[in-house]
C-alpha cells in the first residue's frame, strides 16, 4: 500500500501534479516507507511544501517505524550483536 501511494506521487509529479504528489507522499511517510519521506524533503527544500507539511510526514514516519519495532525483535538484534563481538 505505501509503495502504491509512492508511486501514484510519482505519476502525478511527473503530470506536474505536485500537490496531489505531495498528498501521496505524506501517507506513504506516515506508513514507513522512507523514499516517501525523501520526496516530501525535497519539495520543502524546493519550497514546494511547507514546514508543517514536512513535519507532518517526520511524524508519521517515526511513529510508523516504531511501531514496526517489537521488543522481542530489539532483543534478538541486540543477543546478535553480542554473539558478532564474541
Known amino acids: 500500500h505505501a509503495q502504491s501511494r509512492f508511486y501514484v506521487g510519482q505519476l502525478a ?7 496531489i504528489a505531495l498528498q501521496h507522499w505524506l501517507i506513504a511517510a506516515s506508513l514507513g516507507l522512507k523514499e516517501a519521506l525523501d520526496e516530501v524533503k525535497k519539495m ?8 508543517a507539511e514536512y513535519e507532518k510526514a517526520l511524524r508519521g514516519y517515526h511513529d ?3 511501531e514496526m519495532s517489537s521488543r522481542d525483535r530489539d532483543e534478538a538484534a541486540k543477543r546478535n550483536e553480542a ?3 564474541n
Open 13 to 19: 509529479e511527473e503530470e506536474d501534479l505536485l500537490d
Open 44 to 51: 520543502f527544500m524546493r519550497n514546494l511544501a511547507t514546514k
Open 64 to 66: 510508523a517505524a516504531k
Open 83 to 85: 554473539t558478532e563481538k
